[in-house]
């Protein structure tokens, strides 16, 4: 029994202090926190750790989309520029300046995305240290972003409706230092800088369509608008216009037996009658050959008939053996011809005929059914051998003149069928007829025997009657230097490509803005005479549709000037024709409003760049919003204010 007790009492001593106070009953709560202190400080010095870490990405997550958009918004190219780069490395700096929080010294990654390279990619790595983590040996915690935006843009369709006046080709400042150019040639860089700007989009990714309209007094869209639409689509077909009108005969040559053929038929219209005349009395050889050889005489003159007498040799004897004795009579005879000839009249000067009389200045009916082909006709207001070519602009369809500056500008007025987008032509009051400057003047009287001018075609510098370069329908560009996808209703195929088309762009004539937005709209517009080009887009997704309206100043509206509307000091077709030039151009003012509020009522965006000069009314009235307005002293602000568009156009966005 005692061995056994000596043996518990040293199986106790073996287990020690750890497991006796293991088995111990007594209170030992002290010494249980005491042993938890490490594995709390790790949790709670973890959790502040990652607290702070978490706030610091979330700054450094913030610069780095701030950059990324700011980059994004700053290209004009394909790919980032250096500029671009340092753009957006303004923006990282500005959100994240270098050691927050005592982060570590880094340097963000800043490119255009491989295989996407439109698409900005922003990278950042750093690290901050720890706190509590670090009695445990982590001395610093890695923090690491990604970022991309690109432009989102979906299916967008753009009018650049464009002021191509006479007062485009003046100087303007280039915005950098001392430099200079033209107006014009800002202009062409602007819009190209437009294009790289927004892009050339994709059926996948969203469709970009760009159309022109260039625009003065009057737009080239002829050639675009379906033939049965125009005036002459019927042969035959005819339309007023303030022209002169000659009178025209057909001369022929009595003594030449060829026949002039008119209208396939041959007619001979000189007749002749022969006779044989004997003298009345004894002529010696001398005297007979005098009255044999009389001159020829000739009564009235063309185009009224006319008759010519001749005379010519016909016989003489002058023996006297076959007389009676001492008897001196002759034989002297002539020939006689009596030539009458009669002539055809026309008002149409054609081949071999003779005008006769002066001109009379008028209204004339012009046959525009060969004209309106494009190809070269004889010029009806010249005589045979002057050529005319349409080069397709239009006058604009029938209208009313009654509005006025207080007209309302929520609705079209009734019988202004100038101003419908969505006009579909049913008869020929609505139809579009071809301008025709080269055989139109201007005259101070109806009718006049001579024109205030030779006429419009005679100084190719003057601003009258000014036709613009073509229009061209809505089309997709792969780039600025390839041709359209699609048919852009242009027959110039030297200037097929977005930047052809652009370098091509000139100055001339006055400003109208009314034909110009309307226009605009009609190619846009979905319900109109180009709906077959503006239905679904090809991914079946929505189109926004955008005019982007670029003017350098305020309407000109000239009363004798030439333009859509023929010449209203003549005319009369949007107001009487005693009103003045500045009652016409308060009047345009308020149909151009009325025809930009239908634009809107179509939905379509409407964008107001007014270039070197300030805004008006009428202008800001059309845009959509006041911020849909911008107005650009010089040749660098106008550029960017074409790509600030652009940009918003595109829809700027995160992608990632």
Not at 241 to 268: E, M, V
């Amino acid at each position: 029994m005692g061995d056994c007790g000596h043996m518990g009492k040293s199986k106790d001593r073996q287990l020690g202090f750890l497991g006796r106070l293991l088995k111990s009953q007594a209170g030992n709560t002290l010494a249980i926190v005491a042993a938890a202190i490490i594995p709390l400080a790790a949790l709670i010095g973890g959790g502040l750790d990652m607290s702070r870490a978490y706030m610091v990405r979330a700054r450094l997550q913030q610069a780095c989309d701030a950059a990324a958009l700011a980059g994004r918004r700053a290209m004009t190219t394909s790919t980032m520029t250096d500029a671009n780069k340092a753009e957006a490395k303004k923006f990282f700096d500005f959100n994240f300046q270098q050691n927050t929080f005592g982060s570590a010294s880094f340097t963000p990654v800043i490119q255009s995305k491989t295989g996407d390279t439109t698409t900005v990619q922003v990278t950042a790595d750093t690290s901050i240290p720890t706190t509590v983590m670090r009695i445990f040996g982590y001395k610093t915690m890695a923090l690491s972003v990604t970022c991309e935006s690109r432009f989102d843009i979906g299916n967008t369709d753009v009018a650049l409706v464009l002021d191509v006046t006479g007062s485009m080709d003046s100087s303007i400042s280039t915005g950098v230092g001392n430099a200079t150019t033209t107006r014009i040639a800002a202009l062409r860089q602007a819009v190209r800088d437009f294009y790289d700007t927004l892009g050339a989009g994709s059926i996948a990714n969203g469709r970009i369509r760009y159309g022109f309209v260039p625009y003065s007094s009057t737009a080239n869209v002829g050639y675009m608008i379906p033939s049965e639409y125009m005036v002459g689509s019927v042969n035959g077909e005819t339309s007023s216009y303030n022209s002169r009108i000659g009178n025209y005969y057909l001369a022929n040559n009595p003594t030449d037996s060829t026949c002039y053929k008119q209208n396939g038929l041959s007619t001979c219209y000189a007749t002749a009658t022969e006779a044989d005349q004997k003298s009345g009395t004894t002529l010696s050889g001398s005297n007979c050959s005098t009255w044999q050889n009389a001159k020829s005489t000739s009564s009235g003159s063309a185009p009224s008939n006319t008759t010519t007498v001749t005379y010519s040799y016909g016989a003489w004897n002058g023996s006297t053996s076959t007389q009676p004795s001492g008897s001196t009579a002759r034989k002297c005879t002539r020939k006689e011809v009596t030539t009458t000839t009669t002539y055809q009249t026309s008002t149409v000067p054609q081949q071999g005929w003779t005008r006769y009389g002066n001109w009379s200045y008028t209204n004339v009916d012009l046959d525009t059914s060969l004209f309106v082909k494009g190809n070269a006709i004889q010029n009806p207001a010249f005589e045979w051998g002057t050529n005319t070519t349409w080069a397709g602009c239009i006058e604009e369809s029938q209208t009313v003149n009654t509005i006025t500056s207080s007209t309302s500008i929520s609705s079209i007025p009734a019988g202004a069928y100038d101003l419908d987008p969505d006009l579909i032509p049913d008869t020929k009051a609505k139809k579009w007829k071809p301008f025709w400057p080269d055989a139109s003047w201007y005259r101070s009287s109806t009718p006049a025997t001579s024109a205030v001018w030779n006429n419009w075609a005679a100084d190719a510098n003057d601003d009258y009657a000014v036709c613009v370069a073509k229009a061209r329908m809505l089309a997709t560009y792969s780039s600025r230097s390839s041709s359209p996808s699609e048919d852009y209703g242009s027959p110039d195929a030297s200037q097929s490509t977005y930047d052809g088309y652009v370098s091509g762009l000139t100055a001339g004539g006055f400003t109208n803005h009314t034909v110009g937005i309307t226009w605009g709209a009609r190619m846009l517009s979905p319900d109109g005479i180009f709906a077959s080009k503006n239905g679904i887009a090809p991914n079946g997704f929505a189109t926004s549709k955008n005019i982007v309206f670029m003017t350098d100043g305020a309407m000109q509206i000239p009363n004798n000037n030439y333009d859509a509307w023929g010449i209203n000091a003549l005319n009369g077709r949007i107001a009487a024709t005693s009103k003045s030039s500045a009652d016409l151009k308060t009047i345009q003012e308020q149909r151009f409003k009325i025809a930009c509020e239908a634009a809107k009522r179509k939905g379509i965006t409407i964008w107001i760049i007014v270039f070197s000069t300030s805004s008006n009314d009428a202008l800001n009235s059309c845009a959509t919003s006041t911020n849909h307005i911008a107005v650009s002293s010089d040749a660098s602000s106008l550029s960017d204010d074409f790509k600030d568009i652009a940009k918003n156009i595109g829809g700027l966005r995160l992608s990632q």
